[in-house]
């Protein structure tokens, strides 16, 4: 038996002597797990010292001679900070995870050699036979401990649910009754306890503390439009202490607002998942140094998109402000949770646009795979004896790959799964399955109440720390007595003049989009062209602007309306070319325009191409044609699909083909393969190199 004053000098070690005693709950979780091996679902606050629960019991556990403890964490972000901490109390610890494949082995022999005290994996490591047979079978009757954390990824009702963490409740029912069980997360309302509380088991032990947060001084200022917005962070963040994060529900807008507190003097960076091994400006865009670079208080703030999220720990984070709204007030709570853990003083603002309902509408569509999508995945891997790849499935489905692998998922976590995984193929099994519309149904139906009360805590009168704790049914919850609310008044008081406003406007006419050349022909997709391998040097297409994203602030609604009016305004031929003289300048400077033809529209964007040419000073040239119809790119989920619908279908007049660099000009670029394809057919042709510009860049483009 460990006693409270062991465990307590643990704790003391650990911080440095900062933590003079546990915080309330914190030594009854960990004695319920040390002291009776049970199985506990900790509910507490942002900030509270979850984590430190579940490293003390695992010091105490190996000091008694017990086995490690596993920890199932859903982000590479939050894993670091476990790995840190759990080193603070010279614990051994050891993550596997996609960004350190090459170390696998190594990692998995030293855990079977008891060398390793902690091992942190994802859920979807759960799913992998590999990792299953080879790490944690042989080690699962000397694992003591197993930690969920973020347990409300369990839940269907969790906001964040995520599949394979199905997976675990599967794995308790595998492991010896004497498994310690802890699950912790701060964001789960009553359903998603009831859920969770199902899945580890009737003896599970609920443990539930206060979830408001006294540090924090929370603040609404709703602005629609996106440059007030931007001249507002431009004007606020010099006035602000210390440093944070901005929160955008996009990556465009994480990356333009970076973009644009660069320009106004502030060092901001942009933090998504697509950062990995990138480079910005010469500085290492990887995750993990923008991370170190926020702990060191080296930049004023990161922009970052969700995946900068659970369990990222910055006790002295002064402010975290929200440029968009989130899907929930889940992700809310979370979200502005990041700041104010250390320190007395920290500021949670939240920004509304008119962008929000559009976005986290797509957000909340995609959270689960449609009836439709379900059954062509069955019917394609039904007709499909030898099995399907995930590739393979692409070509016979119409379906992006990130869908068909939602849809695999979700069927392979089922209780008798309508398919299983040999190798890199799927197949199906003889399970019958009818997917459950009703449960669907009314999971986004809730996701929609979701987003609404987002919206009712923009426009609350009430105490907005109460408003969030209400949220999340903490019924003690009490007036902060430091919000907007209770004070009456704004905690950061910024109006943002005419002028300022002005100027973040034109910067987001003038924040085009990089269109990057595709380097590979999708396999099998061009029977017609031959085309296939790596697109050879000659034949690809040079770095090309996008003016806009499709339906986008600045020149989206002009792009838009010239689509549907059948003619694009003087004014985009304007901004095409002061883009191209002023911001783009292509090298070798085009000689000649051409443009992508359509037999839908067929004058529309000649006419455009034919006025920016005229502005250039250039020749315009019809050398393009298109001789077959097909469906609409936009309809075409995949890149193979994409590919393939445009096999044979454009054609180039080699008698008027010139020698000099090109300028190729369409309207909305979906896939960007309309623009490859001709670009080699111009190539091929005896065209100088092809620069691509469009008016819009499709979101999945």
């Known amino acids: 038996m460990a006693s409270r004053n062991e465990v307590l000098a643990l704790l003391q070690d650990a911080t440095g002597g900062n933590a003079r ?26 900030g509270w010292g979850k984590s430190m629960v579940y490293f003390l019991s695992t010091r105490v556990l190996r000091d008694q001679g017990s086995g490690p403890t596993l920890i199932v964490s859903p982000l590479l972000s939050l894993m670091r900070n476990q790995i840190e901490a759990a080193r603070n109390l010279g614990l051994v610890a050891e993550t596997i995870n996609t960004d350190n494949q090459q170390d696998w082995d190594d990692i998995v022999d030293r855990v079977r050699q008891s060398e390793v005290d902690v091992l942190i994996v994802s859920p979807e490591r759960l799913a992998n036979e590999g990792f299953l047979n080879n790490c944690l079978i042989p080690v699962a009757a000397n694992i003591a401990l197993l930690v969920v954390d973020e347990a409300h990824c369990i839940s269907d009702w969790g906001h964040d649910f995520r599949p394979d963490y199905q997976r675990i409740q599967r794995i308790i029912r595998q492991m010896p009754g004497n498994v310690a069980v802890l699950a912790t997360t701060a964001t789960a309302n009553d359903r998603v306890v009831e859920d969770v509380t199902r899945q580890l088991g009737p003896a599970t032990e609920l443990q539930r503390g206060p979830l408001a947060r006294i540090s924090l001084s929370l603040q609404t200022t709703p602005m629609p439009n996106r440059a007030k917005r931007l001249a507002w962070l431009a004007e606020a963040l010099p006035n602000l202490p210390g440093s944070g994060i901005i929160y955008t529900l996009t990556v465009r807008d994480s990356e333009r607002v970076a973009q644009w507190l660069q320009a106004n003097g502030i060092d901001a960076r942009a933090y998504h998942g697509q950062l990995e091994n990138a480079e910005d400006d010469g500085h290492a865009a990887h995750r993990e140094a923008l991370e170190g670079m926020l702990l060191r208080n080296e930049v004023k703030a990161l922009v970052a998109t969700n995946a900068l999220g659970m369990g990222f720990d910055k006790p002295d984070l002064s402010f975290v402000i929200h440029f968009q709204a989130p899907q929930s007030i889940v992700h809310y709570y979370q979200q502005v949770g990041r700041a104010g853990r250390g320190i007395d003083d920290a500021v949670g603002v939240l920004l509304g646009g008119e962008e929000d309902d559009e976005i986290n509408s797509f957000f909340i569509n995609s959270s689960f795979p449609p009836v439709r999508q379900v059954e062509a995945v069955l019917l394609a891997l039904e007709n499909a004896e030898e099995g399907l790849s995930v590739t393979s499935l692409m070509h016979a489905v119409n379906l992006r790959k990130s869908q068909i692998e939602k849809v695999l998922k979700l069927l392979s976590v089922a209780d008798a799964s309508p398919v299983i995984k040999n190798g890199s193929r799927w197949y199906r099994t003889a399970n019958p399955y009818q997917i459950n519309r009703e449960q669907i149904r009314r999971l986004m139906r809730q996701r929609v109440a979701e987003a609404e009360a987002v919206q009712e805590y923009l426009e609350t009168d009430e105490c907005q720390m109460q408003f969030l704790a209400h949220s999340l049914d903490d019924r003690d919850a009490m007036p902060c007595g430091r919000c907007e609310n209770c004070l009456g008044r704004p905690i950061v008081d910024v109006r943002p003049a005419r002028s300022a406003v002005l100027d973040a406007a034109a910067f987001i006419k003038r924040s085009e989009v990089v269109l990057k050349p595709r380097k590979r022909w999708e396999t099998d997709a061009f029977p017609s062209y031959g085309f296939r391998g790596n697109i050879a040097q000659p034949l690809q297409m040079k770095e090309g602007r996008a003016l806009a994203i499709w339906r986008d602030a600045g020149w989206g609604p002009m792009i838009e309306e010239g689509k549907e009016n059948g003619r694009f305004s003087d004014e985009l031929v304007d901004a095409c070319v ?23 529209s067929t004058e529309l964007v000649p006419d455009f191409s034919r006025r920016v040419a005229n502005a250039l000073g250039l020749p315009f040239v019809e050398a393009v044609e298109k001789v077959a119809e097909t469906e609409r790119q936009r309809k075409m989920m995949n890149g193979w699909q994409q590919a393939h619908n445009l096999d044979g279908v454009f054609s180039v ?49």
């Open 21 to 46: 005693d546990f915080v309330d709950g914190q030594w009854e979780a960990i004695d319920t797990v040390v002291n009776r091996r049970g199985r506990v679902l900790l509910v507490q606050r942002t």
């Open 653 to 701: 007049d080699e008698d008027v083909v010139s020698t000099g660099p090109v300028l190729l000009i369409d309207d909305v670029a979906d896939s960007r393969w309309s623009l490859t394809v001709i670009g080699a057919l111009l190539r091929n042709s005896g065209s100088g190199p092809v620069f691509p510009l469009v008016l819009a860049l499709a979101s999945g483009g």
């Open 578 to 600: 002061t883009m191209i003289n002023d911001r783009w300048g292509p090298d070798p400077f085009p000689t000649w325009v051409t443009c992508v033809p359509s037999l839908r």
